[in-house]
């Protein structure tokens, strides 16, 4: 198990939906950015399909989760400017084309650490989440050999490490115990999210409630992380090195 990696000059994470780098990664993130690194979202889908809602428009959910992203980012300490691809929700594919648009954005950021799903994770259903950790790890690839797509007219550049969350083996632990509260305050912008990710309902009166018991789940999670390590709070991750 190796802990807190030395803070990059620039992270990118890489998510399927709006919410999923709050998730995974905002503690770390958070973290990073309070000391000076320049935090990158790019999120793969637009996220239409996320509601229990039959009723929900799916274009003006795209709207919403768009806005609630950029807040998210910039509660984490980013500059609130986040890449959406925009693929269509629940049908992201691990392809060419969009192996290319990562690569490209990989180039153009030069991300020292890359963030993202864990591809590997066993009994995962989401292909999204699936498929956009593929999307990260083929698109270091082909970020960083120079003949690979050569319609890109950006120089290469090889990320220094790779943090997959939701781990199928966690190796890599950061602390996080200073940014839990925002990782925790960025995940709560995700309003649209409040009843299917976070199981916060319509009920108004009961929010404050419900936002604290999903607070509490939280904390316990990452404590249970971060306990062999020592710390309060822990983020999970397998690690990479040597791309
Ligand atoms: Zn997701």
């Not at 939906?17 to 000391?35: I, M, S």
């Not at 009994?123 to 699936?130: F, G, V």
């Not at 995700?190 to 404050?208: P, R, Y």
Request: proline share 5%; aromatic share 8%.
């Amino acid at each position: 198990m190796t802990t807190n990696l030395p803070r990059p000059d620039r992270a990118l994470a890489i998510a399927a939906h709006p919410d999923d780098v709050e998730f995974g990664c905002g503690g770390t993130l958070a973290k990073w950015a309070r000391q000076g690194t320049e935090i990158f979202h790019l999120i793969c889908t637009d996220g239409s399909k996320g509601t229990w809602r039959e009723e929900q428009d799916p274009a003006e959910l795209v709207v919403i989760r768009r806005a609630e992203q950029r807040r998210a980012a910039q509660l984490l300490g980013g500059t609130g400017e986040v890449i959406f691809l925009g693929w269509p929700d629940g049908e992201l594919e691990s392809g060419l084309r969009q192996r290319a648009q990562i690569a490209s954005w990989i180039r153009q950021l030069h991300p020292g650490v890359v963030l993202a799903h864990d591809p590997w994770k066993r009994y995962r259903l989401h292909p999204d989440h699936r498929n956009a950790g593929f999307l990260a790890t083929d698109g270091i690839v082909a970020a960083r050999d120079p003949l690979f797509f050569p319609e890109i007219k950006v120089a290469p550049h090889r990320p220094e490490e790779l943090l997959l969350w939701e781990a199928d083996e966690v190796d890599h632990v950061e602390d996080v115990t200073e940014s839990f509260g925002v990782k925790i305050d960025a995940l709560l912008a995700h309003e649209s999210q409040f009843h299917t990710t976070m199981n916060i309902g319509d009920d108004v009166a009961l929010h404050e409630t419900e936002q604290t018991q999903f607070r509490n789940k939280i904390a316990e999670r990452l404590a249970a992380i971060g306990a062999g390590e020592g710390f309060t709070y822990g983020e999970g991750f397998k690690r990479i090195s040597r791309l």
